[in-house]
């Protein structure tokens, strides 16, 4: 599924590589971010996903 086919409005949670696609950042960002507790992520299935929510919290605290 491409993000140009998505809107964000409708989904509900990002795949790493899509994370890293649609706001501009390395894996190892999002890695880092995760491990310093700044980007909230789950666990499903044994995937990682982001939660928009949490996508858009981590943007609102660098404004």
């Known amino acids: 599924m491409k993000?140009?086919?998505t809107s964000t409005n409708s989904r509900?949670?990002?795949r790493v590589n899509e994370f890293c696609e649609?706001?501009?950042v390395s894996?190892?960002?999002v890695y880092k971010?995760?491990?310093e507790g700044k980007l909230r992520t789950a666990l499903i299935?044994?995937?990682r996903v982001i939660p928009?929510?949490?996508a858009e919290a981590l943007?609102?605290?660098a404004a």
């Open 12 to 14: 509900r949670a990002f």
């Open 27 to 29: 894996r190892a960002t």
């Open 33 to 35: 971010l995760m491990k």
């Open 52 to 54: 928009v929510d949490a």
């Open 45 to 47: 299935g044994g995937r």
């Open 3 to 5: 993000l140009s086919q």
């Open 22 to 24: 649609a706001y501009r």
């Open 59 to 61: 943007l609102g605290e």
